[in-house]
């Protein structure tokens, strides 16, 4: 199960808006974000919650839970915590930070779920991937290369990699008005997933990854 989840992502206020930092996008909009307490070490933002009561957060925001309202089962199996990570490296350097936390809490690899954009997914879609290619995305390639190893789950949401541009400039640019309609619709499908992903064993792990493997949420 999920002990690490990271979400890739460049600091600082010019980057806050842009197609890289989709991941922290993703995770400031969580319902429960404002309730995680931020700290600052491991090279990155991070913060620690009882997998207990994340469970109740996922109940009270509506998020996911039982028919009753009530919480979502915890599987006998599940870590006591889950952890959560901004690296502040920059994204090339996202795995100093992921390895840095993984290391000190004795996290697996197979035990982190890394968050981020990919070029070569359309937008308007989120993929949950495990292991595979790094897709030329740097911040991959260094967690890969702290990790020593590609077996760690991915969630991917999709800019579409664009014609007759600058990689560089397109992703260090930000979305346009019609683009935010879009990630509003794609984050509000994709948390209810991530949030029973969390909470899921390898076998639920392997039902979720059938599902959205590359779900297209949005036509664009």
């Known amino acids: 199960m999920i002990k690490l989840v990271t979400f890739l992502g460049n600091y600082g206020a010019e980057y806050k808006d842009t197609r890289h930092n989709v991941a922290w996008q993703f995770a400031s909009q969580l319902p429960f974000y404002e309730k995680l307490n931020w700290q600052q070490k491991f090279k990155g933002d991070y913060a620690v919650v009882e997998t207990a009561t994340l469970a109740e957060w996922f109940a009270q925001t509506g998020i996911y839970a039982k028919k009753d ?81 590609a077996d760690f789950w991915r969630l991917r949401f999709g800019l579409t990699k664009p014609e007759g541009k600058d ?8 979305f346009t008005q019609d683009e935010r309609i879009i990630l509003a619709q794609v984050f509000g499908e994709t948390t209810k997933m991530f949030a029973k992903f969390l909470l899921s064993n390898e076998d639920g792990q392997k039902k979720l990854l059938q599902g959205w493997s590359k779900r297209k949420i949005v036509e664009k």
């Open 69 to 149: 309202g009530s919480a979502p089962h915890i599987p006998e199996d599940a870590p006591e915590k889950i952890y959560f990570l901004k690296p502040l490296t920059y994204m090339n350097l996202s795995g100093e930070a992921i390895g840095e936390l993984a290391r000190f809490y004795k996290i697996n690899p197979e035990e982190i779920l890394v968050v981020h954009d990919e070029l070569e997914l359309p937008m308007g879609t989120a993929s949950l991937k495990w292991s595979g290619g790094l897709g030329g995305h740097n911040g991959l390639r260094s967690t890969k290369a702290v990790l020593g190893t």
């Open 167 to 174: 990689i560089a400039d397109y992703v260090l640019s930000s």
